[in-house]
C-alpha cells in the first residue's frame, strides 16, 4: 500500500463551469465561475484564499485582474503560469511547493479560454496568421503549415518510419477513450466509436485523421490547493499532491533531434514518480494529455509504461480501456469529452480520485499519473496524485 503521509499538499476543491459550446461569456466570466465554484466545492470562502494562479487561455485572459473580479484581499501568491497545456500540472506543483514553504495556505489554480464564436467553424477558432514572416522564415507557410496539426503529424510520421507505428495504434487510443466518454454526462461526444470509424474519418494532416485531434471548448476549470491536513477538515475527500517534475527539452525539428521520439515525458515523469516514492508498476491510473491520439502513444512510452516502439502494441491490446490493466483518460479526454488544456486530465484525475466517477469510476485509484504538454512537444509537467481511501 502507497503511503500518503508524505505529502504536504491536497487538492480540495474543483470547479468546472458548463464547457464546450457555451457563447456569450468570456473568458474572465469562465475563469471567476471557476474558482467560485472550485471555494464552494471544498466548503470554503473566497477571502479564504490567499493565492491566486492563473493560465491565460488563446483570447488573453484571465490576467492578474481576476483577484479584482473575484475580491480577496491580500494575497501572499499572485503569479500567470503559462507553459501552455503544461501550466495546470505546474500551477498545481507551484502551489504545494509555496504551501509547504508556508508562503500561502489556501491556493487556486485556474484557467479559462473563449476560442469558439457563434458564428464560425471550430478549425477558426485560434485564429490565422495575420503577418507572414517574409524571406526564408516564410518556408513553412509556403508549404501550409499553420497550425498545430501539421507539426504534431510530423512528430507522429517520425515516429510512424521509426518504430512501424501504424493508424490503427492511434485508432486504438481514439476509440478506448470514446469508450470511457460514453459514461461520462460532460463529455462532448458520447457516441461509442469504432476502428473502422477513426479509419474512414478525414485525413488533417497525414497521418493524423480528424478522430485523432481533440476538441475546442470554451469553458473554464479550478482547483483549490491546501495544506494536507486542513484538506482533511473541509467538504471533500482530499486528492494528495504527492510529487511533481517539469521538462523543457527544446528539441529542434530536425533529423538529427529526438523530435517525435522523445518528450519531456521522459525527464518529468521519473521525476515526478521519485518524489513520490513510487514508480510506474504503482501507478494504478493515467490520465494523459491528449492534444493528439499520438500525444497519449508517446507519453505512455515515455513514462515507462511500455518500451520504445511497443506503445502501438499496448493500446490494441486493450490495456487503456475498459477492464484494461492500466486505465488511460477515463473522461474520454481532450479527444471525446471537452479542452481545457491540462485541466482536462487534471479534473478526471480528482474526479476518480475522489471515487465521484459515477459508472466510469475504477476499482482502484490510489497513485494517479497526470500529464501537461504545451507547445509542439516543448514543455512537459507530470503530477502524481493520492487518491481519497
Not at 503544461?86 to 511547493?97: D, G, H, I, L, W
Not at 491546501?226 to 523543457?248: E, F, N
Not at 471537452?338 to 475522489?354: D, N, S
Request: charged content about 15%; aromatic content about 6%; some cysteine.
Amino acid at each position: 500500500m502507497v503511503s500518503h503521509v508524505s505529502a504536504v499538499a491536497a487538492i480540495a476543491g474543483l470547479g468546472v463551469t458548463d464547457v464546450g459550446k457555451v457563447y456569450g461569456r468570456s473568458a474572465t466570466d469562465f475563469a471567476a465561475d471557476a474558482v467560485r465554484l472550485a471555494a464552494a466545492d471544498a466548503g470554503i470562502r473566497l477571502g479564504d484564499i490567499d493565492g491566486l494562479l492563473v493560465s491565460p487561455g488563446t483570447q488573453g485572459a484571465p490576467r492578474l485582474s481576476l483577484q479584482k473580479v473575484l475580491g480577496p484581499r491580500d494575497l501572499t501568491l499572485l503569479a500567470e503560469v503559462a507553459v501552455l497545456g503544461a501550466s495546470p500540472a505546474a500551477m498545481v506543483a507551484y502551489a504545494a511547493n509555496a504551501i509547504a514553504r508556508g508562503e500561502a495556505t489556501t491556493v487556486a489554480c485556474v484557467f479559462a479560454d473563449a476560442p469558439l464564436k457563434e458564428k464560425g467553424a471550430a478549425r477558426d477558432a485560434f485564429g490565422t496568421v495575420r503577418k507572414p514572416p517574409k524571406g526564408f522564415t516564410a518556408y513553412h507557410t509556403a508549404i501550409g503549415a499553420f497550425t498545430p496539426n501539421v507539426y504534431y503529424a510530423m512528430a507522429a510520421r517520425r515516429h510512424f518510419e521509426t518504430y512501424g507505428t501504424t493508424g490503427e495504434h492511434l485508432a486504438a487510443i481514439a476509440v478506448a477513450q470514446r469508450g470511457w466518454a460514453t459514461d461520462n454526462p460532460a463529455a462532448q461526444f458520447r457516441t461509442p466509436m469504432t476502428v473502422a470509424d477513426h479509419q474512414s474519418s478525414a485525413l488533417i494532416a497525414d497521418p493524423l485523421r480528424l478522430l485523432d485531434c481533440c476538441l475546442v471548448s470554451n469553458g473554464g476549470a479550478a482547483v483549490i490547493v491546501t495544506s494536507t491536513q486542513r484538506a482533511l477538515d473541509l467538504a471533500q475527500p482530499p486528492v494528495s499532491v504527492m510529487g511533481w517534475g517539469q521538462s523543457h527539452p527544446g528539441l529542434p525539428m530536425h533529423q538529427g533531434s529526438g523530435f517525435g521520439l522523445r518528450t519531456g515525458a521522459a525527464v518529468a515523469g521519473p521525476a515526478a514518480l521519485k518524489m513520490a516514492g513510487v514508480t510506474i508498476d504503482d501507478v494504478d491510473l493515467l490520465e494523459l494529455y491528449d492534444s493528439f491520439t499520438y500525444t497519449v502513444l508517446v507519453t505512455l512510452e515515455d513514462y515507462g509504461v511500455c518500451a520504445k516502439g511497443e506503445a502501438g502494441e499496448f493500446v490494441v491490446s486493450g490495456a487503456t480501456g475498459r477492464g484494461g490493466r492500466l486505465p488511460c483518460n477515463t473522461g474520454g479526454g481532450q479527444l471525446s469529452s471537452y479542452y481545457l488544456t491540462g485541466f482536462t486530465p487534471l479534473i478526471e484525475a480528482v474526479t476518480q480520485g475522489r471515487r465521484q466517477a459515477a459508472d466510469r469510476q475504477v476499482p482502484k485509484s490510489e497513485v494517479i499519473m497526470v500529464s501537461g504538454s504545451g507547445g509542439v512537444l516543448e514543455h512537459h509537467a507530470t503530477l502524481v496524485l493520492g487518491g481519497a481511501r
